[in-house]
């Protein structure tokens, strides 16, 4: 029996078709179509994600279960499937409305599941912390630069614009919409109309606006990318580097032997 368990519960193929069916029924329950059938098979595979537990406690035990990241990732969604499963048979009456809603949500983080079965995920993540870590002082200096501008541009077109610039926070989410393009012509004429009696600085603020959409969203943004692109094929570009210093070894003990041939071939 126990044999039997484990065979069925620890084969990934079969808990990837459970993890798909159950992102199908939660999408459907999401999307209005509710009913007994759907609620039985969201249960089902509840049931069978907390089987897959137990049996993965057994066979790993505690420690060894919870020192794996995706198994408590797993773990924490199971738990958190729980109060929808006992619901069933027992009404939450005592709990509430919104914190039961939050539990039910909560369901669909099981779709993460999936990822830990995509083929080289591992490296993925591993090149993202990677890029992660090379990247951040870049980050952290961008996001100041616009945090800076965000206040400045509060300060100055507060009044011009109070629907983008009206509180520092918004001014900030403003000055964020820019340098993603997002916005990067509304804003500037919004703020250009409020001083529209005023040519020469209805001019000045587009050039104004222009120099943040240059050097944030187009030459920063840019700048980004290719810091965080370079570190996450850097694990790739040492494969390669690897390869290519071990060929050159070989090459060297080949032309120490051919020179060592050549040599013997003279003296003779």
């Known amino acids: 029996m126990k044999q039997f368990f484990k065979r069925i519960f620890l084969n990934d193929k079969l808990i990837m078709a459970v993890i798909l069916l159950n992102a199908c029924v939660i999408y459907l329950q999401t999307d209005g179509y509710d009913n007994t059938a759907l609620t039985v098979i969201d249960a089902a595979c509840t049931i069978i994600f907390l089987i897959e537990m137990i049996v993965k406690h057994a066979e790993y035990g505690v420690r060894g279960y919870w020192s794996s990241g995706w198994n408590r990732l797993d773990g924490i969604l199971v738990i958190a499937a729980m109060p929808s499963l006992i619901e069933l048979w027992i009404p939450l009456t005592s709990i509430n409305l919104s914190v039961l809603l939050i539990l039910r949500v909560l369901r669909v983080l099981r779709f993460f599941r999936v990822m830990h079965f995509f083929p080289n995920f591992a490296k993925i993540m591993k090149g993202l912390r990677a890029a992660m870590h090379d ?39 403003s000055v964020f919409q820019i340098c993603t393009v997002e916005g990067w012509y509304e804003i500037p004429n919004a703020v250009a109309e409020y001083y529209s009696s005023s040519p020469v600085l209805t001019h000045l603020i587009r050039l104004y606006f222009v120099i943040i959409l240059i050097l944030g969203g187009i030459i920063g943004m840019s700048f980004i990318n290719s810091i965080f692109v370079d570190a996450m094929v850097a694990d790739n570009n040492d494969t390669v580097e690897a390869k290519i210093d071990e060929l050159n070894a070989k090459i060297d003990r080949l032309s120490e032997q051919i020179n060592t041939l050549t040599n013997r071939n003279i003296l003779q």
């Open 135 to 173: 990247s951040y002082g870049v980050l952290l200096a961008f996001l100041v630069t616009i945090v800076i501008i965000g206040l400045l541009n509060c300060s100055l077109f507060r009044t011009a614009d109070p629907a983008h610039f009206a509180t520092p926070l918004r001014s900030i989410y």
